[in-house]
Nanobody, 120 residues
Framework: QVQLVESGGGLVQAGGSLRVSCAASGRAFNNDAMGWFRQAPGKEREFVAS???????YYANFAKGRFTVSRDNAKNTVSLQMNSLKPEDTAVYYC??????????????WGQGTQVTVSS
């Protein structure tokens, strides 16, 4: 059974930086993409960034240039470095893994989420 445990959320002022990380366990992940989604109050969950085993990365438009996703394949971890944070980045951030090329919503495994709050 896949288990994903996020860490590193918190409160930061606008313009600041925060790093969230996720440790995955339960099986091998060499065929999986690892990624981050977020959900703000009253809004639907949205894609933030993902990274394949090969290291190829994908970003939502709002994340490009400010966020960096990385993974350590030996440790089965994925991280999201967030810079130049804005109040609108406030959300619960979720870690996810899914077979590469598959639907996150249908085949993904999810963490419990970590709160990121950006004050103005």
């Amino acid at each position: 059974q896949v288990q994903l445990v996020e860490s590193g959320g918190g409160l930061v002022q606008a313009g600041g930086s925060l790093r969230v990380s996720c440790a995955a366990s339960g099986r091998a992940f060499n065929n999986d993409a690892m990624g981050w989604f977020r959900q703000a109050p009253g809004k639907e969950r949205e894609f933030v960034a993902s990274i394949r085993w090969s290291g190829s990365t994908y970003y939502a438009n709002f994340a490009k240039g400010r966020f960096t996703v990385s993974r350590d394949n030996a440790k089965n971890t994925v991280s999201l470095q967030m810079n130049s944070l804005k109040p609108e980045d406030t959300a619960v951030y979720y870690c996810a893994v899914a077979p590469e090329g598959s639907s996150w919503s249908r085949f993904g495994s999810w963490g419990q989420g970590t709160q990121v709050t950006v004050s103005s």
